[in-house]
């Protein structure tokens, strides 16, 4: 399936389906030691990011907001847990690095206010712009490293992130069904994407810096991601996406 409208009760068949996967076993396949420490306490940041949303399901079950169903809730429900495996594949990593779990962090504390600001459309807002990051930072994070297990790990949830992207997508489309709310949708989605990047380009600039990774290029992807996202909720057709952002057989990439 490419990136057309999926029904409710297919993402949570298509979330269901891979919630089977187990969990990957790292190993020292690499001198992880020889990797900059800011690579650590990055992934650790993006590990507390990955490890909220309970909320967000109960939610999902019971609002009363249109073109929603109880498929709805149950991917979300997926969706979530698709996270967590997530924050458990980053732990195993930031282990794997020598680095530290943490219990706290200032951006942490942002994206989950932005989350509780309103209701569920905005908290899905706030995700879309989680997944723009996520897709784009763990991507260039990972074509920064030498061939090894933990790059693999981090492609593997660039792919997952991907789908989340269309997933939520797919829910702010079906809430945008207005002229008036399509407007609203882009001011505050831009509002979202500008200062999202700020932030996240100020708390990761370490491992950004080490790393070899130029701001310009972190911003470009980022710009790219937002631009689709935003397109796909306006319901435009995908001819009106750009080649680079097409899709390949399974979703968007943007390489
Ligand atoms: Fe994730
Ligand atoms: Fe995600």
């Known amino acids: ?76 429900a997926y969706f979530v847990e698709e996270e967590h495996r ?22 942490a504390r942002l994206f989950v206010f932005a ?30 490293l030498p061939q090894s297990r933990l790059r693999e790990q981090l492609l593997e949830i660039v792919e997952d992130e991907r789908s989340h992207l269309y997933f939520h997508c797919d829910f702010l489309r079906v809430q945008t069904p207005t ?19 700020v932030v996240v380009l100020l708390d990761h600039r370490r491992a950004i810096s080490d790393l070899g990774i130029g701001k310009r290029q972190v911003l470009a992807r980022w710009k790219s991601y937002s631009q689709l996202a935003e397109r796909l909720v306006l319901r435009n057709s995908v001819r009106d996406i750009p080649q680079s952002l097409q899709c390949d057989s399974s979703f968007g990439r943007c390489d």
């Open 1 to 76: 399936m490419g990136i057309e409208h999926r029904t409710w009760q297919g993402w949570e068949k298509f979330f269901a389906d891979r919630s089977t996967r187990a969990l990957p076993a790292l190993r020292q396949d690499l001198d992880y030691s020889a990797l900059p420490k800011s690579l650590a306490r990055s992934l650790a940041i993006f590990q507390l990011g990955e490890s909220g949303g309970g909320t967000i399901v109960a939610q999902s079950f019971c609002n009363s907001l249109h073109g929603l169903n109880q498929h709805y809730g149950t991917a979300m």
């Open 86 to 107: 997530h924050a458990n594949i980053l732990a195993m990593c930031v282990r794997l690095l020598g680095g530290n779990l943490i219990g706290n962090n200032w951006t």
């Open 115 to 144: 989350r509780r600001l309103i209701g569920l459309r905005l908290k899905v807002l706030v995700l879309l712009a989680a997944e723009v990051v996520g897709i784009c930072y763990y991507h260039l994070l990972a074509v920064h």
């Open 179 to 197: 002229a008036w709310r399509k407007r609203l949708f882009v001011w505050i989605w831009r509002l979202v994407m500008v200062s999202a990047s």
